[in-house]
C-alpha cells in the first residue's frame, strides 16, 4: 500500500534502471501519461510533440485506431501459443507479406523478439551456413567503422569498436574485421576507391569471413551518417567473388524510413539475409524478424544437425504479428512515401540554419531524418530541459542532435520541432559538454 502514496517518478528513481543510464547520477526522466498521434502528453500537463517517435519505431503515430482494433481484436483470439509444432494466421501472413514485399529473393522469414535478436539469428545463420558447406572456419565477420547493431554480445562485436565500448568486455566479444566507415556522402559523386579498404580486407581474409554486415545508407546509432548507395553495389559483387554472405541490417532503416522502402532499394541490391525489427510494428509491440535467401535456409538445413538452431519462447507472438500485420496495412494504404518525402524537405528547410551556427560541424537531411551534428558532445540534462520546455521532445546522443519524426507529423509541427532545434542551438545556453 506504501506504494500508492508515492510519486511514480519516486519509485522510478528507486527502482528502475533506463538505458544506458546511471542508477547513482540519474538524469531526470518525464512521466508519460498518454500519447495522442505525435504528442506526447506527461503527467505535469504539458504536451511534447515527439521528435523521436519512440526510437524511430511509431512510424503512424500514437494511439492509431487501426493498429488498436488489430491488437484489441488479437487478444480476444488469443494472446500468445507456441511455435514450435504450432502455426497461426498472423504469424504465417506476415511471413509471407515480408517476403513479398522484401528486396528480391528474401523468401525466408525468422521471427523473433527484438533487433539485436534478429541480428544474433543473422549472424548464427551466417555461421552455420559456412559450417554446412564443410567451412566452419569461415566464422568470423567483416563490418565497418561507426556501424551500429545492437547490444547482445555478437551484435556488439560488430558495432563501432570505440562508441561500442568494445575495451569493457574485450575479453568475452568475438573479434571481428572492421573496415573504415564508408566516406563519400549520400549525394556525393561516388568512386570505387571507397570500398577499397574493406575489399583488401576481404580479399586477404576471405578464408576466415562468413558474412559482411553492415547498415545500408544509413548508419544509426553509431553516428547518423548516410553514405553513396554506390557502395552497396560494390559491396554485392565483392561478396559474390569472395564467396562470402552479406547481410543488411534495416532495423531503422526498414519500412520506409529513407525515403525508400528499405534503404537497400537507394542501390538497388539484395542482401543475403536481412533484418527487421524497430518500425516493423508500428512502434506498438517488440518483434524482429530476420529474412533469408531459399539458399541460406536449404544449405543450413541440408547439412548436420538439418535444422537451424534457434526459437525464442515467445516467437511468432500472435498480438505482435497481427499488430505487424495492421501496420503494413497502413503502409500499403496511406502514402507513407509523399509523407517521407515531404518530411525530408520539411526538415531540410527547418534545419539549415542551423548551418552557420557556431558549434555546428554538419547538417543534413535523408528521408525524415534530420541530423545536426556539433562540434562537441552535448550536455544532456541541459538541452533535454530546454526542449522539454519549448515543448518537443529530442533525445540527442554525444555531438548529434537529430530527429526521426513519426510519419504523420504535419507541417506546422515540423516547424515547431526544427525551430526548437535552431532556438537551442543558437540560444547556446549550457548544452554542450562543459571542458570538452
Ligand atoms: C535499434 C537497432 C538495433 C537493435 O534493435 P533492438 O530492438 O534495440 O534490439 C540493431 N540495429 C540497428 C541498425 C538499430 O537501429
Not at 551456413?129 to 554480445?153: Q, S
Not at 525464442?312 to 504479428?321: D, Q, S, V
Amino acid at each position: 500500500m506504501r506504494y500508492e502514496t508515492d510519486s511514480i517518478l519516486d519509485l522510478d528513481r528507486c527502482h528502475a534502471w533506463h538505458p544506458y543510464a546511471s542508477t547513482v547520477n540519474p538524469l531526470p526522466v518525464h512521466e508519460v501519461v498518454g500519447a495522442e498521434g505525435v504528442r506526447l502528453l506527461l503527467a505535469d500537463g504539458r504536451e511534447l510533440i515527439d521528435g523521436m517517435a519512440s526510437w524511430w519505431c511509431m512510424v503512424h503515430g500514437y494511439n492509431h485506431p487501426t493498429l488498436n482494433r488489430a491488437l484489441t481484436s488479437q487478444v480476444d483470439k488469443m494472446a500468445h501459443v507456441m511455435f514450435g509444432g504450432l502455426t497461426h494466421a498472423p504469424a504465417a501472413t506476415l511471413c509471407a507479406r515480408l517476403a513479398r514485399m522484401s528486396p528480391q529473393g528474401l523468401e525466408r522469414v525468422f521471427l523473433c523478439d527484438s533487433g539485436s535478436v534478429s541480428v544474433e539469428v543473422a549472424m548464427k545463420m551466417a555461421m552455420q551456413y559456412m559450417a554446412a558447406r564443410d567451412c566452419p572456419e569461415k566464422c568470423r565477420f567483416l563490418t565497418v567503422r561507426r556501424g551500429y547493431h545492437g547490444d547482445t554480445f555478437h551484435a556488439m562485436s560488430v558495432c563501432d569498436p570505440v562508441n561500442g565500448m568494445h575495451s569493457l568486455f574485450s575479453g568475452s566479444l568475438p573479434r571481428q574485421f572492421f573496415a573504415p566507415e564508408p566516406a563519400i556522402p549520400f549525394d556525393g559523386q561516388w568512386d570505387d576507391a571507397d570500398i577499397e579498404p574493406l575489399a583488401g580486407l576481404l580479399r586477404q581474409h576471405a578464408r576466415e569471413i562468413c558474412a559482411v554486415i553492415l547498415e545500408p545508407v544509413v548508419q544509426g546509432a553509431g553516428g547518423m551518417r548516410f553514405y553513396h548507395p554506390g557502395y552497396l553495389r560494390s559491396l554485392r559483387s565483392l561478396c559474390h567473388e569472395a564467396g562470402v554472405l552479406l547481410i543488411f541490417d534495416e532495423i531503422a532503416t526498414g519500412f520506409g524510413r529513407s525515403g525508400r522502402l528499405w534503404a537497400a532499394d537507394h542501390a538497388g541490391v539484395s542482401p543475403d539475409i536481412m533484418c527487421v525489427g524497430k518500425a516493423l510494428t508500428g512502434g506498438y509491440m517488440t518483434l524482429g524478424a530476420t529474412l533469408a535467401t531459399e539458399d541460406v535456409a536449404r544449405t543450413i538445413c541440408s547439412a548436420k544437425p538439418g535444422l537451424f538452431m534457434h526459437g525464442p519462447t515467445f516467437m511468432g507472438n500472435p498480438l505482435a504479428c497481427a499488430v505487424a500485420l495492421a501496420s503494413l496495412d497502413l503502409l500499403e494504404q496511406e502514402p507513407w512515401q509523399p509523407r517521407v518525402l515531404r518530411l525530408e524537405q520539411e526538415l531540410k528547410q527547418g534545419l539549415e540554419p542551423c548551418r552557420s551556427l557556431p558549434h555546428v560541424a554538419d547538417v543534413r537531411v535523408l528521408g525524415a531524418i534530420g541530423v545536426v551534428e556539433l562540434d562537441s558532445p552535448v550536455n544532456m540534462a541541459a538541452i533535454q530541459k530546454q526542449f522539454v520546455d519549448r515543448g518537443v521532445w529530442v533525445r540527442p546522443f554525444g555531438k548529434l542532435v537529430y530527429v526521426m519524426p513519426p510519419y504523420v507529423m504535419s507541417r506546422e509541427e515540423v516547424a515547431v520541432l526544427t525551430g526548437a532545434v535552431c532556438e537551442v542551438l543558437r540560444a547556446d545556453n549550457g548544452i554542450r559538454e562543459a571542458g570538452v
